[in-house]
């Protein structure tokens, strides 16, 4: 199994930044693509942006031009840069990746999430 450990989230008014780490836990598993999803108050969880290993971006239209996702690829460690922050950006983000065995067994795995919360 990895394990995900994220870090940065917190309270933060409009047009302010925040900086989202994630690092996975050393194990059998490579790390393929990782990125970042969250989850709005009452709504379903959604992409917000996405990395792979070979440093192939995507990113939701709604953050584009405004979060900026990055990896470390020997420290298997994702970070997501968020500036120009609106309150509609305010939910529960989680850090995913995905992991493939010597084997080439695929998994998904998930951070506990990390509460990010925009005031107006």
């Known amino acids: 199994q990895v394990q995900l450990v994220e870090s940065g989230g917190g309270l933060v008014q409009a047009g302010g930044s925040l900086r989202l780490s994630c690092s996975a836990s050393?194990?059998?598993?490579?790390?393929?693509?990782m990125g970042w999803y969250r989850q709005p108050p009452g709504k379903q969880r959604e992409l917000v942006a996405l990395?792979?290993?070979?440093?192939?971006?995507s990113y939701a239209d709604s953050v584009k031009g405004r979060f900026t996702i990055s990896r470390d690829n020997a420290k298997d460690t994702v970070h997501l840069q968020m500036n120009s922050l609106k309150p509609e950006d305010t939910a529960v983000y989680y850090c995913?990746?995905?992991?493939?065995?010597?084997?080439?067994?695929?998994?998904?795995?998930w951070g506990q999430g990390t509460q990010v919360t925009v005031s107006s």
């Open positions: 990395i792979t290993s070979g440093g192939i971006l």
């Open positions: 050393r194990s059998i598993f490579s790390i393929d693509d």
């Open positions: 995913n990746a995905k992991g493939t065995t010597p084997l080439g067994t695929n998994s998904i795995f």
